[in-house]
């Protein structure tokens, strides 16, 4: 259940000493002998653009949307490097492409880790002999492991159809904001389909799946997305493709929502009847977001005062005599004033791991979801160190 479920796709991970700990920091993906593939990728929006996604864009531009391989570090994002991170990022590309034999444009980089620090590059070289050495077709596991940073579990997805099989592999569990998250993302498929469609498929999915997902509020300089599609099982149906994308990218973005840092809730944050999608995505990204509502969340208290107060704070069409908030089943504020509940079973909810967040504006047809999480004291923890 992972990147390698799709035949002839091969993976690795292994430590190359980039993390102090010793732990995996390296990782690679390939068809089978270096065969290049239909490829496309969605990245970042953050003008502040690390050196590997500056080169995965260049490349996937000369290659007309091709690609063999993915290799990708952890512990080190190889951002704000300057014009030597670009030729890390090169580095890296070339020397795999050396050994599997296909161009170095046919390589896709990717970093997650630290910002700011110069790119360990020469342990990631002398590394390269090894992990493509240790490539196999159950390495799919070993490689989700290798991309993790302050991940406690790694992500992986497959999706088998009649015809065609996706695999893939994440990472992500702080500054999760879209456009996307702090997060990389590698998913395979055997299907058949041009470098024009699967980015557009791609960037479909990704708007309803890792562009819903929030943290912190905070937007990385690395996210990145990437699809190989292999063709090997030939022409299928494009919307069935599509829809089994959007299916794995949204179980991808759900695990990282899990396991965010120091996150005990799962929160589905559905807002309805707005005057605009545009308004139902304002209002409820801004409460996902919101530090006072993400602390009730994690005081397991189904205070809705905050909610309300958020959503009207979001200049977006309002009025307080219309909005409706459930938390669960139990519709906990409408027409102007607190209802009543059944108090054990909104306990029961509130205690639970994933909490369901429905807010009606009354306004119009505009609909929005967001899967967000609660701020605890682990993620304060976690996040006031540098190093």
Known sequence: MTITSVSNFFASGMSSGIKPSGAPDLALITHVDGKPVT???VFTSNKMTAAPVQICKEFLSETGGQAAAVIINSGNANAATGEQGKKDARTMASLTAEQIGCRTQEVLVCSTGWIGYPLPIEKIKSSIPDIIESLSPDGGLEAAKAIMTTD?????IEIKKDNFTIGGIAKGAAMLEPNMATMLAVITTDAEIDSSSATEMLQDAVSTSFNCLTVDGAESTNDTVLLLASGESGPTDKRVLAEALKEACKSLAIQMADDAEGSTKTVFLTVTGAATDTDALKGARDTANCQLVKCSWYGEDPYWGRIAAEMGAADITFDPETITISYGDQVVYANGEAQTVDQQLLKEHMSGRKIKLDVDLG?????????????????????????
Do not use: C, W
């Open 152 to 156: 406690t579990v790694p992500k992986t």
């Open 39 to 41: 490829a496309a990728g």
């Open 363 to 387: 306004q119009g047809f505009g609909t929005a979801q967001i899967v967000t999480t609660d701020l605890s004291h682990e993620y304060i923890d976690e996040n006031m160190r540098t190093s």
